[in-house]
């Protein structure tokens, strides 16, 4: 992907939490004739060794044939908004600011105990306010359904983050533009406008 520099996020922590918080991603793979992308959830696990990315499509999917050796990659999307060139000091043209990164690794299919693990800790995340655990449904039931999906752990071997927050604007511009978009009062004008205020570090 390309990121010009003054875009470019680095800190690893702060991408880290951005993928745990945007955790719907597209996984794209090749299937020797066309790229393939399948839109899931994900749960992202970091250790002294690195990242890895647990997931899972339906077994009548045919991207599973494509894991393996080939290089992957995951599309986290952040949010995006217009933003409008009425609000700069200068004459210019509108823009898009966003926050999006792009995960390079390898998928390889995992079973049994691992992706029973995978599923448990997906439903006790999303569950947390409840009681609601795999392990205290029927056992016949999850088996069958899990049968019917494949589990794959994706090591994640590079990255890029793209975090496009008006930097090149004025301090000044900057403020407008915040304001202007907390009036909008939708989700994605609304993050944006926290994210070039903690970019601004304000």
Known sequence: MYIPKYYREEDRE?????LR???FAALVT???ERPIATHIPVEVVATEN???IYGHISRANPQKKTFGDSEALLIFQGPHTYISARWYAEVD???WDYMIVHVYGKVKEIQGDELYSVLSRLVETHEMTSSYRLETLPQDIVQKEIKGIVGFAFEV???DAGYKLSQKKTDEERETI???????GDHDSREIAEAIRRQAGQ
């Open 93 to 95: 043209v509108p823009t």
């Open 178 to 184: 915040v304001s202007e978009l907390q009036k909008r």
């Open 14 to 18: 702060t991408i880290l939490a951005f």
């Open 30 to 32: 090749f299937d020797g």
């Open 157 to 159: 071997t590079r990255l």
């Open 50 to 52: 690195g990242w890895t």
């Open 21 to 23: 918080k945007n955790n």
